[in-house]
């Protein structure tokens, strides 16, 4: 009994080099292999068949361009990305910079053959210059890509005396107020909206206001938490029962 060792390194032009034995779009080779040896008349005959994949990952954005974004702020673009092999593929990203993150998990993550997963890329500038940096992401194939990541960082137009307000706790339909102060940072006269979302239990007094370079305004914000539907109409009705019972007395 003889033992024969066989080492496939594959290359990218393994699937042309096998001709005809080649199946170029599922990466199968059937390979026939003829072994002759000494003293024996008729050879050994065997099909050699395996199945050669790509090791690449697929990048959707190619780059990641955040645009400006304010000192302190953080701009998130959506990054997709495609195992376009047949095998399981661990990958990683990094080492990050200081400016960017990589969401959700600790930017490591799994792909299933021909899977595709989303990660969310955070930009959060540390001063007012341009940022460029290569983004690595690593595999366990030990294969790196890369994605050319740009931004701006800007000063903030506004300075806000405190980025963070707490209120006390406060009942439904009562009122907390709270103040800060905001400081013009552009070189120009400039309008300013504050616009809390839809449905929001917060709102800002001024709400719309004008400020020259350098200008400050004092800003009062509003805590007012509606009181939950059924606690609302077991007021209402409450307030109907003591409104009738005062047309009664009368």
């Known amino acids: 009994v003889a033992r024969v060792s066989l080492r496939l390194t594959p290359d990218a032009d393994l699937l042309h080099a096998c001709g005809a034995h080649a199946d170029p779009n599922s990466g199968i080779v059937q390979q026939p292999v003829v072994i002759k040896a000494a003293g024996q008349t008729l050879p050994a ?16 954005p190619a780059q990641l ?16 990305i495609t195992n376009q092999s047949t095998l399981k593929l661990d990958f990683g990203f990094g080492p990050l910079p200081p400016e960017l993150d990589v969401r959700p998990g600790d930017a490591l993550g799994t792909l299933l053959p021909l899977e595709t997963v989303e990660r969310t890329v955070i930009y959060t500038p540390r001063a007012a210059l341009p940022f460029k940096h ?3 992401v690593k595999t366990t ?42 400081r013009c940072q552009l070189l120009a006269p400039s309008t300013f909206e504050i616009r809390p979302p839809p449905g929001s239990p917060f709102r800002a007094a001024p709400s719309v206001f004008r400020l020259s370079p350098g200008d400050m305004q004092r800003i009062q914000v509003f805590f007012e938490p509606p009181m939950p539907p059924r606690e609302a109409a077991r007021a209402a009705a409450a307030a109907r029962r003591a409104a009738e019972g005062d047309s009664i007395a009368e």
């Open 45 to 60: 005959l065997f099909l050699l068949r395996f199945q050669v994949t790509p090791g690449a990952l697929a990048f959707e």
């Open 134 to 136: 290569r983004l690595a």
């Open 65 to 80: 361009d955040f645009g400006h974004c304010a000192v302190g702020g953080a701009v998130g673009l959506p990054l997709r």
């Open 141 to 182: 194939q030990n294969r790196s890509f890369h994605l050319r990541c740009t931004g701006q960082g800007e000063d903030a137009a506004l300075h806000l005396s405190h980025t963070r307000v707490e209120f006390a706790a406060t009942p439904f339909g009562g009122r907390a107020v709270a103040a800060i102060e905001a």
